[in-house]
């Protein structure tokens, strides 16, 4: 129609009122139906100005349903005002109803509206109107109802509907995008309480709402109050939330406040953050959308500050051992950081919060702060330096690496001739793994280092706080230190004689801390790279590990000190002692100097400790004529070594003492002459003959082990008068009769392998020695064929080898013996055919 008849209108709205005054529950919803299809559906031309006639006298009438006992009746009329709003101009008197009506529905203290659907109606007609009237470009008609809407707001937020709570984010934020800073900021700290309230939801989409109505509403708060630090503190633990999509909205909310927010300047280093932490989230989607808006906040400061920043530019080239597959941020980006870095001391702080998550945090947030601001926060280094040490040796493994990153990245940014300073100085001052740790992986990752950086590091590495240290990672980073050692040596200004000494200095280290590893037995300790550490340096020295242990050996052997104390066999020293004698062994360059630090440990130190020393000496006795060189021209020749070695280490422990620990250390002392005889056997000849005098009571000592041994060496003793061999030789005949199996056999073995040397002035007393052995020959047969009877096979093998050898050297005495035993045997057949065995073929000497 094209003009509107008002009469036709009055009649309607009047029919229309009355209706919804009924007290008929469908009658009412049907008529809230038929007019919302009407206004939907109305294509007038001048329907705007029809639907706001019809409005003018419906809405009063309308707002009272808001408040109908029937949800179906309030439902209808919210979506009937919202389809008029929607198509009708915003007006003050319309804004200021329905704010008031809805704020007697949803801005009361206690909840009036029971309906969820209905309060999610509520505060989705308040976000319609401030969308249109923001729209319109009348936005300043809220300026008067701000009070109502706040209320509204903060009601919606504390609802226990997540969606209603959602709604009422996306509303304040629409506000915030229009509002006036000086009209809104009274309400802006109610508000922000309110959205805390959201920050632990257990959605997380709501999480995600509160987070960017924070945002938003941050723009317009009071810069100067508490609030905003508040606002810091409230939102910042969301960066470490387990859903990466809120802690990239946390990202947007610190790009919007670094682009938009009018102090952003004062707040720089509590936004910087909030940005910086999502460029090292584990979320690639994290990344990847806020590394552009970083950029645009760098491209933004830049232009800001073009005049300082782009002298800076032309200078502030990038590092020669920039780190891989790491951009470097651009001079906006390092600037803003740059100019931040009193926040450090905050970020280092947290990496001893007791939260895992929190530490891990921390050190990322650090690693970005280091990649932006470089060389600039070298004069940080020495406040943070204790906390990343600490923070090296975190017990759990993915907040240490992430410490060992930041270590290296330092390692590379900062100014080497500034920050190694500080270095030394923490090595010197804290003798820990976690310093060490933290000095290791900045100095092998600096691209500078001189010879008296390196020599320096040398000398302090072998005092005794570090290359004495008995912790198992600790001694791990030394030996990694040294190889990064090694290394930048090969780059460094030095004549020869410099890299000799610092050579030798490192192998010191190296081969103590070895040592010491060797001893603990640990397995957290990799022998493998104190190994490579030694074998680099006989590389670079051009000799052979053997070679390389002959000329420093001796220099490592003076730093085993305070062995005149009673210490037991886990003390320091003792483990140090130990470890070198079994990764070095016994070599001619350095055996006297190791044989007064033996007898200074045998004199003073407890049993255990003696009894751990002995027993590697016993070992490394084994390798004598492998590891003892061929002596030189001008030298003593090779026995006289071993003769000292003997008399000063091996004899004093032979002879019979009561007690335990002597009983062991005799032990010991049997086992390294048999070592000696086993290695050596033409040399140890030398200082068999003064020790045969002890053999006889070693042959019947109580301990097992020792007859054991010295049952193996009888069968070495050579080149003896009859007289010094007859003891010897029925101690070993009363062996025969020992209680272990083992070294019976032995014994039927050395039996048949003793053999004097016949000597004289006159032939009539070299016939007596004859005849004197040629009894003790007899002797034995008969106690071989006795044992021959016996049931153990290894018994039998034995003697029958023993018996050959006999029958061969002398066959009268054999076929008399044989002849004997056959008139007491009981086993008459048996011997019978030992003794054809044995005789056939024999020729008398």
């Given at each position: 129609?094209?003009?509107?008849?008002?009469?036709?209108?009055?009649?309607?709205?009047?029919?229309t009122?009355?209706?919804?005054?009924s007290?008929?529950?469908?009658?009412?919803?049907?008529?809230?139906?038929?007019?919302?299809?009407w206004?939907?559906?109305?294509?007038?031309?001048?329907?705007?100005e029809?639907?706001?006639?019809?409005?003018?006298?419906?809405?009063?009438?309308?707002?009272?349903?808001?408040?109908?006992?029937?949800?179906?009746?309030?439902?209808?009329?919210?979506?009937?005002?919202?389809?008029?709003?929607d198509?009708l101009?915003?007006m003050?008197?319309?804004?200021?109803?329905?704010?008031s009506?809805?704020?007697?529905r949803?801005?009361q203290a206690?909840?009036?509206?029971?309906?969820e659907?209905?309060?999610?109606?509520y505060?989705?007609?308040?976000h319609?109107?401030?969308?249109?009237?923001?729209?319109?470009?009348?936005?300043?008609?809220?300026r008067e109802?701000?009070?109502?809407?706040?209320?509204?707001?903060?009601?919606?937020?504390?609802?226990?509907?997540?969606?209603?709570?959602?709604?009422?984010?996306?509303?304040?934020?629409?506000l915030?995008?229009?509002?006036?800073?000086t009209?809104?900021?009274?309400?802006t700290?109610?508000?922000?309480?309110?959205?805390?309230?959201?920050?632990?939801?257990?959605?997380?989409?709501?999480?995600?709402?509160?987070v960017?109505?924070?945002?938003?509403?941050?723009?317009?708060m009071d810069?100067?109050?508490?609030?905003?630090?508040?606002l810091?503190?409230?939102?910042?633990?969301?960066l470490?939330?387990?859903?990466?999509?809120?802690?990239r909205?946390?990202g947007?909310?610190?790009?919007?406040?670094?682009?938009?927010?009018?102090?952003?300047?004062?707040?720089?280093?509590?936004?910087?953050?909030?940005?910086?932490?999502?460029?090292?989230?584990?979320?690639?989607?994290?990344?990847n959308?806020?590394?552009?808006?970083w950029v645009?906040?760098?491209?933004?400061?830049?232009?800001?500050?073009?005049?300082?920043?782009?002298?800076?530019?032309?200078?502030?080239?990038?590092?020669?051992?920039?780190?891989?597959?790491?951009?470097?941020?651009?001079?906006?980006?390092?600037?803003?950081?740059?100019?931040?870095?009193r926040?450090?001391?905050?970020?280092?702080?947290?990496?001893?919060?007791?939260k895992?998550?929190?530490?891990?945090?921390?050190?990322?947030?650090?690693?970005?702060?280091?990649?932006?601001?470089?060389?600039?926060?070298?004069?940080?280094?020495?406040?943070?330096?204790?906390d990343?040490?600490?923070?090296?040796?975190?017990?759990?493994?993915?907040v240490?690496?992430?410490a060992?990153?930041v270590?290296?990245?330092?390692?590379?940014?900062?100014?080497y001739d500034?920050?190694?300073?500080?270095?030394?100085?923490?090595?010197?001052r804290?003798?820990?793994?976690?310093?060490?740790?933290?000095?290791?992986?900045m100095?092998?990752?600096?691209?500078?280092?001189c010879f008296?950086h390196?020599?320096?590091?040398?000398?302090?590495?072998?005092a005794?706080?570090?290359?004495?240290?008995?912790?198992?990672?600790?001694?791990l980073?030394?030996?990694?230190?040294?190889?990064?050692?090694?290394?930048?040596?090969?780059?460094?200004t030095?004549?020869?004689?410099?890299?000799?000494e610092?050579?030798?200095?490192?192998?010191?280290?190296?081969i103590?801390?070895?040592?010491?590893?060797?001893s603990?037995?640990?397995?957290?300790?990799?022998?493998?790279?104190?190994?490579m550490?030694?074998?680099?340096?006989?590389?670079?020295?051009?000799?052979?590990?053997?070679?390389?242990?002959?000329?420093?050996f001796?220099?490592?052997?003076?730093?085993?000190?305070n062995l005149?104390?009673?210490?037991?066999?886990?003390a320091?020293?003792?483990?140090?002692?130990?470890?070198l004698?079994?990764i070095?062994?016994?070599r001619?360059?350095?055996?006297?100097?190791?044989?007064?630090?033996?007898?200074?440990?045998f004199?003073?130190?407890?049993?255990?400790a003696?009894?751990?020393?002995?027993?590697?000496?016993?070992?490394?006795?084994?390798?004598w004529?492998?590891?003892?060189?061929?002596?030189?021209?001008?030298a003593?020749d090779?026995?006289?070594?071993m003769?000292?070695?003997?008399?000063?280490?091996?004899?004093?422990y032979l002879?019979?003492?009561?007690g335990?620990?002597?009983e062991?250390?005799?032990?010991?002392a049997?086992?390294?002459?048999?070592?000696?005889?086993?290695s050596?056997?033409?040399?140890?000849?030398?200082?068999?003959p003064?020790?045969?005098?002890?053999m006889?009571?070693?042959?019947?000592?109580?301990?097992s082990?020792?007859?054991?041994?010295?049952?193996?060496?009888?069968r070495?003793?050579?080149?003896l008068?009859?007289?010094?061999?007859?003891?010897?030789?029925?101690?070993?005949?009363?062996?025969?009769?020992?209680?272990s199996a083992?070294?019976?056999?032995?014994a039927?073995?050395?039996?048949?392998s003793?053999?004097?040397?016949?000597?004289?002035?006159?032939?009539e007393?070299?016939?007596?020695?004859?005849?004197v052995?040629?009894?003790v020959?007899?002797?034995?047969?008969?106690?071989?064929?006795?044992?021959?009877?016996?049931?153990?096979?290894?018994?039998?093998?034995?003697?029958?080898?023993?018996?050959?050898k006999?029958?061969?050297?002398?066959?009268?005495?054999?076929?008399?013996?044989?002849?004997?035993?056959?008139?007491m045997?009981h086993?008459?057949d048996?011997l019978?055919?030992?003794?054809?065995?044995?005789?056939?073929?024999?020729?008398?000497?």
């Amino acid at each position: 129609m094209s003009t509107i008849n008002h009469e036709e209108i009055e009649e309607n709205t009047k029919k229309t009122c009355k209706d919804l005054e009924s007290t008929d529950r469908v009658h009412k919803t049907m008529t809230l139906k038929h007019m919302l299809v009407w206004v939907e559906n109305n294509s007038y031309d001048n329907s705007t100005e029809l639907l706001a006639q019809y409005f003018d006298r419906l809405y009063l009438h309308l707002l009272k349903c808001y408040h109908d006992r029937f949800e179906s009746v309030r439902d209808g009329a919210v979506r009937l005002v919202d389809a008029y709003l929607d198509r009708l101009p915003p007006m003050d008197f319309n804004l200021l109803n329905v704010v008031s009506t809805l704020t007697e529905r949803m801005g009361q203290a206690e909840t009036v509206e029971p309906s969820e659907e209905i309060r999610y109606l509520y505060i989705g007609q308040l976000h319609l109107m401030v969308r249109k009237y923001a729209k319109m470009g009348n936005v300043g008609v809220f300026r008067e109802c701000y009070h109502l809407v706040v209320k509204v707001l903060i009601k919606a937020l504390k609802d226990d509907y997540p969606v209603v709570q959602r709604e009422a984010c996306s509303t304040l934020v629409a506000l915030c995008r229009v509002a006036e800073t000086t009209e809104i900021r009274p309400f802006t700290e109610q508000l922000a309480v309110a959205l805390y309230g959201m920050l632990n939801h257990k959605h997380a989409p709501a999480r995600i709402s509160a987070v960017e109505a924070l945002g938003r509403l941050s723009l317009h708060m009071d810069a100067s109050a508490e609030s905003m630090r508040r606002l810091f503190g409230e939102v910042s633990p969301l960066l470490m939330d387990r859903m990466p999509l809120v802690r990239r909205e946390v990202g947007i909310m610190g790009v919007l406040m670094l682009m938009d927010l009018l102090d952003r300047y004062s707040f720089f280093e509590r936004i910087l953050p909030l940005v910086l932490c999502c460029l090292k989230d584990d979320s690639p989607d994290v990344r990847n959308h806020i590394h552009p808006l970083w950029v645009k906040c760098g491209k933004q400061y830049y232009e800001e500050n073009e005049a300082e920043l782009s002298q800076q530019e032309i200078c502030d080239l990038p590092v020669d051992n920039y780190p891989k597959n790491v951009k470097r941020p651009t001079i906006g980006c390092r600037g803003l950081v740059q100019r931040s870095l009193r926040l450090l001391t905050l970020i280092t702080r947290e990496t001893t919060d007791w939260k895992d998550n929190v530490r891990l945090h921390s050190l990322k947030l650090l690693y970005q702060f280091v990649v932006h601001a470089e060389a600039a926060m070298t004069a940080k280094f020495y406040e943070i330096y204790p906390d990343v040490s600490h923070a090296c040796c975190d017990s759990v493994a993915e907040v240490s690496a992430e410490a060992a990153k930041v270590a290296d990245l330092m390692g590379r940014l900062l100014c080497y001739d500034a920050w190694i300073e500080h270095g030394f100085d923490g090595l010197q001052r804290n003798a820990r793994e976690s310093y060490m740790k933290c000095f290791y992986y900045m100095f092998t990752a600096s691209n500078s280092a001189c010879f008296e950086h390196l020599m320096r590091l040398c000398k302090l590495l072998r005092a005794t706080e570090y290359s004495h240290t008995l912790k198992p990672g600790f001694q791990l980073y030394i030996l990694k230190l040294l190889d990064t050692i090694l290394n930048k040596s090969l780059e460094a200004t030095a004549t020869e004689e410099e890299l000799d000494e610092l050579y030798m200095t490192v192998y010191i280290v190296g081969i103590k801390v070895v040592a010491l590893g060797y001893s603990l037995n640990s397995d957290n300790a990799d022998p493998n790279v104190g190994q490579m550490v030694l074998e680099r340096i006989a590389q670079l020295q051009k000799v052979t590990l053997a070679q390389l242990h002959e000329r420093y050996f001796e220099m490592a052997l003076r730093d085993v000190e305070n062995l005149d104390a009673v210490l037991e066999d886990n003390a320091e020293p003792i483990l140090l002692l130990d470890g070198l004698i079994n990764i070095c062994h016994l070599r001619r360059s350095y055996l006297k100097r190791l044989i007064e630090r033996v007898k200074i440990v045998f004199e003073n130190c407890s049993a255990n400790a003696q009894i751990r020393i002995f027993s590697s000496l016993s070992m490394a006795a084994l390798l004598w004529s492998s590891t003892l060189t061929p002596p030189h021209d001008d030298a003593p020749d090779e026995p006289t070594m071993m003769k000292i070695f003997v008399t000063e280490i091996v004899e004093p422990y032979l002879t019979w003492k009561a007690g335990a620990s002597s009983e062991s250390m005799r032990s010991l002392a049997m086992a390294t002459l048999c070592a000696l005889a086993q290695s050596a056997p033409e040399d140890v000849l030398e200082v068999l003959p003064s020790l045969v005098k002890h053999m006889p009571s070693l042959l019947e000592d109580r301990n097992s082990n020792t007859r054991n041994y010295a049952i193996k060496t009888v069968r070495y003793f050579r080149g003896l008068s009859v007289e010094e061999l007859k003891p010897l030789a029925y101690a070993t005949m009363q062996r025969l009769d020992d209680p272990s199996a083992g070294i019976r056999s032995m014994a039927a073995l050395a039996v048949g392998s003793l053999s004097p040397i016949f000597k004289g002035d006159s032939d009539e007393e070299i016939q007596h020695q004859h005849e004197v052995w040629e009894a003790v020959v007899k002797r034995a047969m008969d106690l071989m064929l006795l044992y021959h009877e016996s049931p153990e096979k290894n018994i039998k093998i034995a003697v029958e080898q023993s018996l050959e050898k006999m029958a061969i050297d002398y066959p009268e005495a054999w076929t008399e013996r044989c002849q004997r035993a056959m008139a007491m045997s009981h086993q008459k057949d048996e011997l019978n055919e030992l003794y054809e065995k044995l005789s056939i073929n024999k020729v008398a000497p």
